[in-house]
């Protein structure tokens, strides 16, 4: 929206510009539009005030994600591209390693480009033409290169992949500007034609030189390279295109017949091919490979639900779907299979994803590679009873396994006050764990015991890093390593010489669980990577599962009971219950995030929503059985509407008011 509302601008003050007289100052050219620039202002406050409904819910709502935060280093005064730029304003500029860090993709075709070039130095374009081109496009391209600007251009955020969105516009705008050329003439020229098509060339080929030099390949999951490497053989191609489109448009310019269908089928033929070289290394997957395995997933994964709704409570499912992950050529991630399977799940893949979701799941352990993705790995026995995950699935290629958990609680559940006063320290993953539980519990008592490191060494091997330790248990219960902040592809797992599962090893997973160990036991951790790990992998760390489980003991019989718990999908920004509240835990406390948009009404009455947990919706309930109905509204709805339909009835107006103008002025003629 905002890309739109910018380039409105700048193409309204270039149509300004382009039809200013000659003769007239632009001072008085200004007092004499002061109409027409009132109604451009009028009419795009109206279409702003008509879209109200759907852009002030929006901007509210994603004032609740991570984009909210503004960075300044996002406006520092510095380019954000170099003079490789110019490979892509040939053929093949862009593949798909590229995806998320590339230059800007500005190639419409060389026939558009030679156009857009000589419209700039051709005798049949007037100056002012040519100052009103310059401006419309100069100002994309400048909006695009310095990195202030881009992030103005993209609501004061940097973009997550493909880095210059607003390119789309400049191309249009290279394409109109080369159309208007053509109709004026420009073809004629074929000295000024050859060369601005040697101009592209020699640009081109700056671009690759610089490439080559300052080059790098892009690695599996790094993102953050000056230039991405080129392939010296699409730079033949490219210059054999553009030799070829040279060729066709000077025959135009001598009448040839079948010029104009030779000069369309090199466009075709060129952008067919740039769209292969841009999609040729793309991981697709089998179709019918696919839909044999979603099918046959599907069919496992409907079983399990019907388990659940015979219960007709509420309870997460998690589901380790390994032959479906396989057809993929790249690691799978799976973050969003719970929309895919229609199953309640915790992980998430958005743009608009809650802040608050991601906080709590982060901050206790789920593996979180930026604020727009969290994995369902990386949890603990204490986040499937805080979260209900009782489920969890893992289907194998000849086996299916479920795993019932028997702590798991349901939507919500009775704590003790202290909940409201939790706060996660960042990168402290066990400290927040145990601060957690204590809050549930009303104490100040420990949960999480640290194992004794007995042995610990590192050695490179062959160019592999291994890293070994050995540790001995604390107390009783599952135990957990922590590896912060990286990606642990291409990273192998052993304890006690039992590999874990690839998925540990898959795009990063910050908490891996190696096992139940009992007080006294020793266990030895062997990690091997092909990369050096920032953090050394000395972090470990048990619960302490008797304690622990005398904690969930006290929440058992102070549930929230959902009803209906089977239709929940269909209404699941309202939904009832009941819960019995102790005089001792009467703070309820909702897995699900905390949003002001979520009204509570308790035994018929309106009630305050807080925030727990440190992101999660929660209650204080007085002792006794209440009965509890949860509503959302969308925030900023009814504002929207109103601003809407307000807008409706000024444009009404303004065509009556415009009408009766042009009425009173035939009249008067």
Known sequence: MTIICIFSMIYFVYLMTK????????????????NKIGRFLWYSGLSGMLAAVVLIPTAISMMSTGKKD?????????????????????????????RLFHNPSMFT??????????????KAVSSRDKQASAFLLGSILLGMWLLPLNTIWHLFQRPA?????????????LIMVAYEGYLKGIFKETRVVVFSAVALGVAISVGYIWANIFGKRLTQFEFSTPQLSVNNLIYVLAMGFLILTVVAIVSLTNRKPSSRVVLSGILIFELMMNFFVATMDAPFVNQQQFEKRYQQSEQ????????????????????????????????????????????HGISSYSSTLNSHTHHVLASLGFSSRNIRRIDMLGGSVITNHLFGIKYYYVIGKHSQ????????????????????????????????????????AGNKGRYLYRPTITKYKQAVVRSNYHYEMQLQANTSGPHYIYIPKVRLYHVAIWVNGAKLSNTYSGLGTEMIPIGYLLKGQTATIRV??????????????????????SVVAQSKNHQFELKDARDINKHGGHFRGTVQVSKRDRTLLMSFPYDKGWKLSVDGKPHKVIKVADGLVGAELSPGKHHLAFNYHIRGLGVGMLISILGMALLAISEWWRKKRVNFVKHLH
């Open 161 to 173: 992949g493909f880095p210059f969105r607003m390119v789309f516009l400049f191309s249009f705008a």
């Open 300 to 343: 496992a994964i409907h079983h399990v639900r019907q388990l659940k709704l015979t219960q007709n409570k509420f309870y997460r499912l998690l589901i380790m779907d390994q032959p479906y992950r396989n057809i993929y050529q790249v690691p799978y991630s799976g973050y969003n299979d719970s929309l895919l399977f229609e199953n």
């Open 109 to 122: 075709g060389s026939v558009f480009i030679i156009l857009g070039i000589v419209y700039f130095f051709s």
């Open 19 to 34: 039809n200013q007289p000659n003769k007239m100052t632009f001072t008085l050219y200004l007092k004499s539009q002061v």
């Open 401 to 440: 396994k479920l795993l019932v958990r028997k702590n798991a609680a349901q939507l919500g559940f009775m704590t003790n006050n202290q909940i409201q006063h939790v706060t996660y320290k960042r990168d402290q993953i066990f400290n927040n764990l145990n601060a957690l539980v204590q809050a549930e």
């Open 528 to 549: 091997q990577s092909t990369k050096p790990l920032p953090v050394v992998p000395k972090i470990a760390m048990g619960i302490d599962l008797k304690k622990f489980e």
């Open 70 to 98: 503004i960075h300044f280093r996002n406006f520092i005064l510095k380019g954000t591209f170099g003079p490789s730029f110019t490979v892509n304003l040939g053929f093949g500029g862009n593949d798909f390693a590229g």
